[in-house]
């Protein structure tokens, strides 16, 4: 029993390993002296200095944030508002025909979803650019919103509603005192993931870029068809420390958010 016990952590530890090891091999790399990932000659900051001095890449990384806390903003105002009506809507059939077509939307393959969002965009003459990849990314990341504060607001207790209307609170005052701090979980998982999603999207944000517009994944796509160099590498680096930071991040605040409401018993 005790061996049996140790395989579930041993095959834990090997996906991590098979998961995380090219990672560490390109963050390693980044800081090689050599031009080449086969051989380390010395340590060096180099390569994240050219980084920062590349003015391009620097607008590219400045339009990739900027697309990714809006849409994630947005989606998420959006998600949350999506999950609220699905939750009171009387008419069971219904309920279960908009929750089929949101997951649909989740499960649906990226290129599918970037070629419909380019043909539509070019029926409705939409210029490819910041707009399309804004919009985009609006779009797909409204369903994992809704699927992430949905079971929040299913666990809340009808009783909840009824207690605070008794007591003369008008809507308004439900849904901004009662069941936004209820689901404020539910909200910064759907944030943050929304916004992971959008800072690592490539699929669609391929297929809507345009007019000198480019998201930081595009653009390393277009620098390793070119030839790997290490810029790339350090790149990377710097993208997989803000991603555990955000990660970290969102761990602390959800942490933060499943403390008692003041007030409330649980």
Known sequence: MGKLSKLPKIYLIIIFIILYAPIFYLIFYSFNSGGSMSNFESFTLDHYKAVFEDTRLIVILI??????LLSALVSTTIGVLGALAIVFMRNKAMRNAVLSLNNILIVSPDVII????????????????FASVLISHIAFSIPIVVIMVLPKLQEMSPSLIDAALDLGASKRDILTRVIIPFIKPGIFAGFFLALTYSLDDFAVTFFVTGNGFSTLSVEIYSMARAGITL?????TGLIFIVTV????????????????IAGVRK
């Open 63 to 68: 339009n990739t944030v900027v697309v990714a």
């Open 114 to 129: 970037g070629a419909s969002f380019l043909i539509l965009f070019t029926l409705v003459g939409i210029k490819l650019g």
């Open 231 to 235: 810029t790339i590498n350090a790149l």
């Open 245 to 260: 930071t955000l990660v970290i991040g969102y761990y602390f605040i959800s942490r933060k958010a499943k403390t008692p």
